[in-house]
């Protein structure tokens, strides 16, 4: 089973930047899209940045213009660079992989990183 694993989390100062990586144990094959969202207490999960199929990518309008979403498939490895941090991006942030398998599409999914942004 191939595994996701976050990393790049911690303390970011408003307007600071961070970058998360989100790495997969070998190469997953027939990907349909590629992304993540954030999970903060009380709140909804929102889907931060995605890849999909087609090549577009897509962001939520919280956070167009400071994130970007990228990949890096030499590598097995996608990331997100998020710049003028809020502390309304204070959340836990989960990369995603949606891919055709045998038995049709499945997700697989990492286990989180903390992003706090406070002064």
């Known amino acids: 089973q191939v595994q996701l694993v976050e990393s790049g989390g911690g303390l970011a100062q408003p307007g600071g930047s961070l970058t998360l990586s989100c790495a997969a144990s070998r190469t997953i094959f027939s990907i349909i899209a590629l992304g993540w969202y954030r999970q903060a207490p009380g709140k909804q999960r929102e889907l931060v940045a995605d890849?999909?199929?087609?090549?577009?990518?897509n962001y939520a309008d919280s956070v167009k213009g400071r994130f970007t979403i990228s990949r890096d498939n030499a590598k097995n490895t996608a990331f997100l660079q998020m710049n003028s941090l809020k502390p309304e991006d204070t959340a836990v942030y989960y990369c995603?992989?949606?891919?055709?398998?045998?038995?049709?599409?499945?997700?697989?999914g990492g286990q989180g990183t903390q992003v706090t942004v406070s002064s």
């Open positions: 890849f999909t199929n087609g090549g577009t990518t």
């Open positions: 995603y992989a949606d891919a055709l398998g045998a038995s049709g599409r499945y997700r697989l």
